[in-house]
């Protein structure tokens, strides 16, 4: 059942007879005057059978699906657009409480030189989104976008103002929480154009504040009612060189994210929270460096103080850990620490030139890349009150080690048909804290070298063949890390519309002689233009998938799934 909230919407029914009609004046008319009309839509579902060995549970329904479709339409200073989604019942994986249908997203936005206003649900970013950050990832399910009223104005040339306020989405309503922000930007050369128009660095500064309000209902605990936060930031570009920086400060904000158990009591935590977050690269022909470092302690900030997982999260902290693409090098991949971290990320990239040992007739890309990350070390404070938890933490000291990934990858062309890529991986991971959030749990810290070779030979236009192998080796092999693993898979690409794929799993390193087992995993699809139709069968592991730092647990599964993608 769809939410009152949506049901009453009269934007949301404003906005749909108005794209309706302007799809209809659209397929009327060629003229420029009528507008644009454009959207995507994607539908996967998935059938779903029970595998005791591999822990894929029995589904009732047997079958789930997930689906959902954009239309935007534009026409000059004025654009407007939906989102239906439809989810019966969501997928293995995300969160049950997408369970339902309705227009959950619709816009209306109209703009000219000074004046930049959008009302319904907006996407914003501040910075680099250390208070505030707004976005979808329908790979996760994640959608924390703010329902409410948004203006940006360009009162002078090289000033930005952004002002906004409304409630976050929290699945097919809104959560309680009302959100405040304003933001300004200026970039000085542009706002000095006639004395700096000559200078080759450019200065950007750019400032921000937040509050949420929450009423306060707790009957043990006096709790802020209005939480704010601001940050201030520094952009320096000058020909391949760029550098970032930003400082943000978040006002004491107890919460069920940042509380613990004295006594079998919880006991908030009142500390003001900080984060940190430092961004430096150079690029030059065949060259780049990329330098990150960010330091965060208790920079978890929602319009729900009792919301938990990715629900409702105002601030986005960035990840200075590769994601990788690959199945193995993504195994245990890292989550960012709201309550407190510290850790960065070191990455160079190097063409070696043309007719060079190395390089052979058409060169060859290096990349090695380092990243770590450590928990900070939290010096107890004396609390008399014992109503309220508090710490202290010092720059220079840091605590237990969390992750490091040192990887190493090359590609290599070898002729006009054939080319590679190969990868090793040397990765730690205190899986008991980033991924469980348990610091005393059952798991052992795991790690781990993996190699991945990924060899592609093009017999003709459009028609290839792949083939890859990835190993990983972990330190130890207990029942709950299932140990060791060793992927193959080959997909041949017929021509541009066909490819056809196998791969095979082998959890070859498990201590249980049964749970040795080897995941078969088949798909095919057909592409044409904006179209794609994708079918697979097979089994699949229990793991953690992430996008940017943000993550979700996938249970096992086994069975048939489908997906479908269109745009126009």
Known sequence: MLNKNFKSSFLATFLLVTLLNAFKAGAQSNHDDAGSVHGYFQIDAQYYKPDSL???????EKMLS????????????????????????????????????????????????????????????????????TYYEPGLLFDNSLDGIRVISNPVKGLTLKGLVGKQRSFFTVGPGIVRGFDGELNINEALDSIAKNIKTKVILGG???????????????????VGAYSGRINIIREGF??????????????????????????????????????????TKGF???????????????????????????????????????????????????????????????????????????????????????????????????????????????????????FVEITKKFSKKFKGTFMYSNQFNNINIVQHNTPKGPYKNV????????LTYKYKSNSAIRIEAQGMLRNNNDTLNMGSWAVGLIEWTPNSHIFVAAIDQYNYGNPVESLKLHYFYFS???????????????????????VGGVCRTVPASNGFAISITSSF
């Open 288 to 406: 780049s460096f990329l330098l990150q470092a960010k330091r965060i302690d208790n920079m978890s900030y929602r319009s729900d103080r009792d919301a938990t997982l990715q629900n409702l999260l105002i601030n986005y902290l960035p990840a200075t850990t590769k994601q990788h693409s690959y199945l193995m090098p993504a195994y245990s991949p890292y989550a960012t620490q709201p309550a407190g971290e510290v850790g960065g990320l070191a990455e160079i990239q190097y063409k070696v030139k043309k007719g060079t040992l190395l390089g052979g007739k058409y060169g060859m890309d290096i990349t090695v890349n380092y990243s770590h990350a450590s928990l900070l070390k939290q010096i107890n404070v004396n609390d008399s009150t014992t109503t309220s938890t508090l710490y202290k933490t010092n720059y220079g000291e840091v605590g237990d080690d969390l992750y490091h990934d040192f």
């Open 447 to 454: 790690l781990a070298n993996i190699g991945v070779i990924d």
């Open 208 to 226: 921000s504040f937040v509050s949420k309000f929450q009423p306060d209902q707790n009957p043990d605990f006096k709790l802020p009612e209005n």
């Open 524 to 546: 095919t699809g057909y592409t044409s233009g904006p179209h794609r139709i994708a079918v697979s069968y097979g089994k699949q592991r229990a793991g953690i998938f992430c």
């Open 242 to 283: 760029n550098f970032f920086g930003e400082y943000a400060q978040k006002e004491n904000d107890p919460s069920l994210a940042n509380n613990s158990i004295v006594a079998g009591k919880p006991y908030y935590s009142y500390k003001n929270g900080e984060a940190l977050f430092i961004s430096t690269s150079y690029a």
């Open 54 to 60: 591999i822990g894929a549970p029995l589904v009732p």
């Open 66 to 133: 997930n689906g959902f479709g954009n239309i935007n339409y534009t026409k000059g200073k004025f654009s407007a657009g939906i989102r239906y989604e439809a989810y019966n019942n969501v997928m293995q994986g995300f969160d049950t409480r997408y369970k339902g249908q309705g227009i959950t997203n619709r816009f209306a936005r109209y703009s000219d030189e000074l004046l930049d206003i959008t009302i319904g649900n907006i996407y914003e970013q501040f910075g680099s989104g250390l208070i505030f950050r």
